[in-house]
T-cell receptor, first 117, second 115 residues
Framework: AQKITQTQPGMFVQEKEAVTLDCTYD???????LFWYKQPSSGEMIFLIY??????QNATEGRYSLNFQKARKSANLVISASQLGDSAMYFC??????????????FGKGTKLTVNP | DAGITQSPRHKVTETGTPVTLRCHQT?????MYWYRQDPGHGLRLIHY???????DKGEVSDGYSVSRSKTEDFLLTLESATSSQTSVYFC??????????????FGQGTRLTVV
């Protein structure tokens, strides 16, 4: 079963506007972590923001915020005041603790964001 | 930047040949992961390791094997390369925090082409 679902293959936004990238997840665990990564055209993976399953406040990092709705199992990324440099692929990921103390990190298929001038 | 190096960065190989990709870290992180990235599929987990000689399969492990004989090295082997294994391969590392809040750091990727 797919653990992370990103339903928007591509999104377009005007410069200086806000945009929301959707992410839903599937887990029966009570303890997990949710991450967002950015991958520009150069290919590197850049960590943006983290949300823990027990965190009561939504995470924020500069222009990035995470709209965490635990009951809906969603962890949407909000980018405020979009900039041209925000054009990239964005991946949602979930880290789960497994039996025996190991952990696994799985990713969604990604959303390609294009910021128009 | 996290000390994580993938080698080679680019490789072209023939169908049926074995191929080994190397991931080397200088961070002493416990967890190491191998992903492949293909258009429309995002990053898919191939194998991961949670310690020396401790490895487990991810969602797309068929045709791949891994080994971790030292903390710093995680090898991915394609036993007999096929064209469907043409992809960009990423290695990632992360530390264990107990609270799952440590991000993973990625290597620069290896572009593998099987002809």
């Amino acid at each position: 079963a797919q653990k992370i679902t990103q339903t928007q293959p591509g999104m377009f936004v005007q410069e200086k506007e806000a945009v929301t990238l959707d992410c839903t997840y599937d887990t029966s665990d009570q303890s997990y972590g949710l991450f967002w990564y950015k991958q520009p055209s150069s290919g590197e993976m850049i960590f943006l923001i983290y949300q823990g399953s027990y965190d009561e406040q939504n995470a924020t990092e500069g222009r990035y915020s995470l709209n965490f709705q635990k009951a809906r199992k969603s962890a949407n990324l909000v980018i405020s005041a979009s900039q041209l440099g925000d054009s990239a692929m964005y991946f949602c990921a979930m880290r789960e603790a497994l039996f025996g103390g190991s952990e696994k990190l799985v990713f969604g298929k990604g959303t390609k964001l294009t910021v128009n001038p | 930047d996290a000390g994580i190096t993938q080698s080679p960065r680019h490789k072209v190989t023939e169908t049926g040949t074995p191929v080994t990709l190397r991931c080397h870290q200088t961070e002493n992180h416990r967890y190491m992961y191998w992903y492949r990235q293909d258009p429309g599929h995002g990053l898919r987990l191939i194998h991961y390791s949670y310690g020396v000689k401790d490895t487990d399969k991810g969602e797309v492990s068929d045709g791949y094997s891994v080994s971790r004989s030292k903390t710093e090295d995680f090898l991915l082997t394609l036993e007999s390369a096929t064209s469907s294994q043409t992809s960009v391969y990423f290695c990632a590392i992360s530390e264990s925090s107990g609270t799952l809040n440590t991000e993973a750091f990625f290597g620069q990727g290896t572009r593998l082409t099987v002809v």
